[in-house]
């Protein structure tokens, strides 16, 4: 991180990963009947089981190291006598949110392979540990965020908090359809916030005006020269946080019912023709019933007449 391309690769990943969980959890809850709903942690696919998570491991693998081995000038992240120089400790910082995402993806893998009878509690809190990870390193991240780009960072802790909640939750309320769809939409707002951070603050041509783009401690920040510029930077940056709420909430209520026409008619199908079913089982039920009522009635009168 701390670069263009730093913000909008992990953004594009968590991008991609809240869209498909944001369509398998509304796809799971119009084909499932709703008292029979639980929210995975994770969705499989039908030829390679584990994508999504072989997909995590890899992408955190290449941020782990582009931020120790390949982005430092000396090719690691230590000083001539081994120890971690100030302008690198925000790359540990970095690295260490990559490796909670890869431990989770991979032990995600191991519990599923183990068929481990708490594996969906204990994916659920390992993904949430690894939340936690994200928020208390970008919360005591050791580069002091001022300015436009730590109203950036401080936006997104509110929603990596909703994102750790809601994970929370889903142990404890794993058929709550509203608690994933919630979680699903925060990692999505997560990805697209990064991925908007990275283009407003590291192209000179969308940076807000009265504000500049210099080299400091070794990587570029965005400065302001009087408070009033900063003042107005931040109200932007705000507005711009406030818009994306407003757009996701119409993405999120427009793909719920877009998906609705294609997967509730199927179901409204299935759901008739297994009523038509059961009508037919409860008339021959009835009158197989009628049938022995009168034959059990005929037998006495029978034996009357042999008399």
């Not at 407003?200 to 408070?227: R, T």
């Amino acid at each position: 991180m701390g670069t263009l391309v730093g913000h909008v690769a992990p953004g594009f990943g968590f991008l991609l990963i809240g869209l498909w969980h944001l369509f398998n959890h509304i796809r799971v809850h119009y084909q499932q009947h709703p008292n029979s709903y639980i929210s995975p942690p994770w969705f499989p696919t039908s030829k390679i089981k584990y994508l999504e998570l072989y997909l995590i491991i890899t992408g955190s693998s290449i941020s782990i190291a582009m931020e120790l081995f390949i982005g430092p000038e000396k090719h690691h992240p230590f000083d001539d006598d081994g120890t971690i120089p100030t302008n690198h400790l925000h790359n540990f910082e970095h690295s260490s949110i990559s490796m909670a995402l890869l431990i989770y993806a991979a032990f995600s893998i191991v519990l599923d392979r183990a068929n481990a009878k708490a594996k969906h509690s204990l994916t659920q809190l390992l993904a949430a540990v690894a939340f936690g990870q994200q928020l208390m390193m970008f919360h005591l991240h050791s580069a002091d965020h001022v300015g436009i780009e730590g109203q950036y960072h401080l936006l997104l802790q509110i929603v990596i908090v909703v994102t750790l909640t809601t994970t929370l939750m889903g142990i404890g309320f794993p058929k709550s359809f509203t608690v994933s769809l919630v979680r699903s939409a925060s990692i999505t707002f997560q990805g697209l916030w990064m991925i908007i951070m990275g283009y407003m603050l590291w192209i000179p041509v969308l940076i807000p005006k009265g504000c500049v783009l210099k080299w400091e401690d070794g990587h570029q920040v965005v400065s302001c020269a009087a408070m009033e510029a900063l003042h107005r930077a931040k109200a932007l940056v705000n507005i711009e946080f406030s818009w994306l709420v407003v757009g996701m909430m119409i993405f999120i209520v427009s793909v719920y019912l877009f998906l609705g026409r294609v997967y509730g008619e199927k179901l409204e199908y299935w759901s008739l023709g297994k009523e038509e079913e059961g009508e037919e089982e409860e008339e021959l039920e009835s009158q197989k019933k009628s049938n022995l009522e009168f034959v059990h009635m005929g037998k006495p009168y029978a034996m009357d007449i042999e008399r």
